[in-house]
């Protein structure tokens, strides 16, 4: 198992070969989506409608390097977790250029669809279940020593009868060990935890030890935002909201919701980290707090009363380290394939 102490490159990382896409058989088709280190497509991969991740090669050998390593370790984590709250992973190819190939969910973004829908907020009971689903893909995530370090509702997509939530893009998720010290200041600043920060300026590229609960704090800022569907820290920049949550403790306000979730949200966003829950506490208040308003009937899924993942067993150091402290207490629509212009599509080999 390797740890982000492992800087390794595509060179020493080998696809395994039931993971490995055949270039050949990728069509790619209309950009769906884009980031500081990829672009995302839609298109089709021996006749399955897929989501196409092309990762930027980079420009100078320092900068080629790093991005060989993060997709050598985004591949190696997406090909040994599965779950139905995870996008599910079909397989990559090296050659000619990096490229990730999962499957497409045509409900899109949780942004989108929060976006779409203001000033109307989700139903308690929705909002809810999207919260579970997310805290079951992160129990998993947690549980095979990984952490996301990215939660935000751009990289949480619905499946096309916008019912459930899975969580996508691993770019920045990392293993856990007990000695990890990790980059500072990584993720999407207005849901990072405050312990990215410190109260000195960080020079660049200086590592800073912190673990898995930052994936909790960033939780509750997603939470908040499904019960509110307003943007946290409004009024606020991003490196604003950031500085309040780091330096003056500022959080989202809890007030005027029940107290099962302010609790939840007030948990999982304390400013000691080690205070915070883990998910699979988690998942039990939102349960808890599901039984309260309306126990399980016919109109609402069965599944979201149960806590669906199974503990699984010790695999790296990472993953031992996090079940011991368990015990402790702006996007695009993903549109659908047939609605594109035929002959939009074009072979992936003949261009590149």
Same mark, same amino acid.
């Given at each position: 198992?390797?740890? +982000?102490?492992?800087?390794?490159?595509?060179? $020493?990382? @080998?696809?395994?070969?039931?993971? =490995?896409?055949?270039?050949?058989?990728?069509?790619?088709?209309?950009?769906?989506? #884009?980031?500081?280190?990829?672009?995302?497509? $839609?298109?089709?991969?021996?006749?399955?409608?897929? %989501?196409?991740?092309?990762?930027?090669?980079? $420009? /100078?050998? +320092?900068?080629?390097?790093?991005? $060989?390593?993060?997709? %050598?370790?985004?591949?190696?984590?997406?090909?040994?977790?599965?779950? @139905?709250?995870?996008? @599910?992973?079909?397989? %990559?190819?090296?050659?000619?250029?990096?490229?990730?190939?999962?499957?497409?969910?045509?409900?899109?973004?949780?942004?989108?669809?929060?976006?779409?829908?203001?000033?109307?907020? *989700?139903?308690?009971?929705?909002?809810?279940?999207?919260?579970?689903?997310?805290?079951? %893909?992160?129990?998993?995530?947690?549980?095979?020593?990984?952490?996301?370090?990215?939660?935000?509702? +751009?990289?949480?997509?619905?499946?096309?009868?916008?019912?459930?939530?899975?969580?996508?893009?691993?770019?920045?998720?990392?293993?856990?060990? *007990?000695?990890?010290?990790? /980059?500072? +200041?990584?993720?999407?600043?207005?849901?990072?935890?405050? #312990?990215?920060?410190? /109260?000195?300026? =960080?020079?660049?590229?200086?590592?800073?030890?912190?673990?898995?609960?930052?994936?909790?704090?960033?939780?509750?800022?997603?939470?908040?935002?499904?019960?509110?569907? @307003?943007?946290?820290?409004?009024?606020?920049?991003? &490196?604003?909201?950031?500085?309040?949550?780091?330096?003056?403790?500022?959080?989202?306000?809890?007030?005027?919701?029940?107290?099962?979730?302010?609790?939840? &949200?007030?948990?999982?966003?304390?400013?000691?980290?080690?205070?915070?829950?883990?998910?699979?506490?988690?998942?039990?208040?939102? =349960?808890?707090?599901?039984?309260?308003?309306?126990?399980?009937?016919?109109?609402?899924?069965?599944?979201?009363?149960?806590? #669906?993942?199974?503990? &699984?067993?010790?695999?790296?150091?990472? /993953?031992?380290?996090?079940?011991?402290?368990?015990?402790?207490?702006?996007?695009?629509?993903?549109?659908?394939? #047939?609605?594109?212009?035929?002959?939009?599509?074009?072979?992936?080999?003949?261009?590149?």
């Amino acid at each position: 198992m390797e740890s +982000e102490n492992r800087f390794y490159s595509t060179d $020493e990382f @080998k696809l395994d070969a039931k993971w =490995l896409i055949d270039p050949k058989h990728l069509f790619v088709g209309p950009r769906i989506g #884009e980031g500081a280190h990829a672009k995302v497509y $839609e298109g089709k991969y021996k006749n399955q409608t897929v %989501a196409i991740k092309i990762v930027h090669k980079g $420009e /100078t050998p +320092e900068e080629i390097t790093k991005k $060989e390593a993060r997709f %050598a370790r985004e591949v190696a984590m997406l090909s040994r977790v599965q779950h @139905k709250n995870l996008v @599910k992973y079909i397989g %990559a190819c090296k050659e000619p250029v990096m490229v990730i190939v999962t499957e497409l969910l045509l409900g899109g973004t949780l942004r989108k669809y929060l976006l779409n829908m203001r000033p109307r907020c *989700l139903d308690t009971r929705v909002a809810v279940g999207f919260a579970l689903d997310i805290a079951r %893909a992160m129990e998993c995530l947690h549980s095979h020593g990984i952490i996301h370090r990215d939660l935000k509702p +751009e990289n949480l997509l619905l499946t096309a009868d916008h019912k459930t939530v899975k969580l996508a893009d691993f770019g920045l998720a990392r293993e856990e060990s *007990l000695t990890e010290m990790m /980059t500072a +200041e990584t993720g999407t600043y207005r849901w990072m935890a405050p #312990e990215l920060y410190s /109260t000195v300026t =960080l020079r660049q590229g200086e590592k800073k030890h912190y673990n898995h609960k930052v994936d909790a704090y960033s939780f509750a800022i997603v939470l908040w935002e499904l019960l509110h569907n @307003k943007l946290p820290f409004e009024g606020m920049s991003n &490196l604003q909201a950031a500085y309040a949550a780091a330096f003056k403790n500022v959080r989202p306000s809890a007030d005027n919701l029940p107290v099962e979730l302010a609790t939840i &949200l007030t948990s999982c966003w304390q400013e000691d980290a080690n205070a915070r829950p883990n998910f699979s506490q988690i998942i039990q208040m939102l =349960l808890n707090y599901l039984y309260t308003i309306s126990p399980p009937v016919s109109s609402i899924p069965s599944r979201i009363f149960m806590s #669906e993942n199974a503990v &699984l067993p010790p695999e790296s150091p990472g /993953t031992s380290s996090l079940m011991a402290v368990r015990d402790d207490t702006g996007d695009t629509p993903r549109a659908k394939m #047939e609605d594109k212009p035929k002959g939009f599509f074009f072979c992936f080999n003949q261009c590149y």
